[in-house]
């Protein structure tokens, strides 16, 4: 059963970037439902790119720099978890791709029947009793042995059908205006890596823009190995600050960060102080923290722009 699960993710492999590109076209459509804060974010990022562009093109007469902004991806682009799924009020509006994972026989650890409640007993005590720099980790190290390429077609199969839906409709608006402006989107996050990296079709996000927590993969197959930094906390600052060097190294320019988007002051927190603070050569960056109702802690007084983001894409064709 196993084989026939796996053989249908990869007959469907091929066949994601046609169906991303219907996806990305629909969301597109979907995503013109304004939010109070769309218009101002946008504004606010694409004028600090046009202030250093100037500056730096009166400065300096050679490539063109790079302009970015950098997402987190839980909560702020995706409505719920893409690891752990999306409960309301005790009813599952849908399945988390550990869960998807486990019941497709992906895990050696944990069986096709029953195998997700023991899993799910396992991490969240886990989580509680040791910490998330642990419980984050365990998500991909218990696939071990899977085929990356099966696992990244299920998360992009997964995406496609049901948790693209859930996409918040706010970012998808902003990600696709700062994209038509030259402005890339990075995301990074602190769910596993190839199940992030499944979204990438349904926003048009290349995969190479898209780091979630990695482990090794040794012939094809993932292992239980963590590839540092775990991206969760300051692990996201530190894998910012390679994004940026790893471009500037490739393209021969310089890399300006305009922007930060998160949702949680304990995972997002370190990345976007940081983007807040730092000086560019002209303007001011901004980070974006969609709250609620949470209270700022001090350590980040004053630094956030704090907007919010009710809608996803399938609530914009209600």
């Known amino acids: ?41 946008i504004g ?3 004028q600090t790119r046009d202030t250093v562009l100037k500056t730096t093109t009166s400065t300096n007469s050679g490539v063109a720099p790079v302009f970015i902004v950098v997402w987190d991806f839980d909560g702020t682009i995706l409505k719920g978890d893409c690891s752990e799924g999306l409960n309301i009020a005790g009813r599952t509006v849908y399945r988390g791709l550990a869960q998807v994972s486990i019941e497709n026989g992906l895990s050696q650890v944990y069986p096709r029947d029953g195998g997700f409640q023991k899993f799910w007993t396992d991490y969240t005590n886990m989580d509680t009793r040791v910490g998330h720099w642990l419980a984050y980790p365990f998500i991909p190290q218990m696939l071990r042995g899977t085929k990356a390429d099966d696992l990244l077609g299920m ?82 600052l530190e894998r910012l ?5 790893q471009i500037e190294e490739m393209r021969h320019t310089r890399v300006f960060v305009l922007a930060g988007f998160g949702d949680s002051y304990n995972t997002d927190g370190p990345f976007l102080k940081f983007i807040a603070s730092q000086t560019l050569p002209s ?8 709250d609620g109702d949470s209270s700022e802690p001090e350590e980040y007084k004053g630094l956030f722009y704090h907007a919010r983001h009710k809608m996803t894409v399938s609530d914009g064709v209600q």
């Not at 991303?20 to 597109?28: V, Y």
């Not at 049901?162 to 402006?181: D, F, G, P, R």
């Not at 303007?283 to 969609?290: E, L």
């Open 283 to 290: 303007g001011k960056a901004i980070a974006v923290f969609y």
């Open 241 to 245: 600050k390679e994004i940026v060097a």
């Open 155 to 236: 998360s992009q199969m997964h995406f496609a059908n049901v948790m693209s839906n859930y996409l918040m409709a706010s970012s998808v608006k902003i990600i696709q205006a700062l994209q038509a402006h030259g402005v890339e989107s990075h995301i990074i996050s602190a769910s596993a890596d190839l199940f992030v990296k499944g979204a990438g079709p349904s926003l048009g996000i290349p995969q190479e823009r898209i780091h979630g927590i990695e482990v090794r993969v040794r012939d094809g197959r993932l292992t239980e190995e963590i590839v540092y930094p775990i991206t969760w906390n300051t692990g996201k």
């Open 1 to 41: 059963m196993k084989e026939a699960v796996l053989g249908i993710v990869r007959s469907c492999v091929g066949s994601i970037a046609c169906v991303g590109a219907l996806i990305a076209c629909q969301i597109l459509s979907l995503a013109r439902a304004e939010e109070p804060d769309d218009t101002r974010i």
């Open 44 to 46: 606010r990022i694409l």
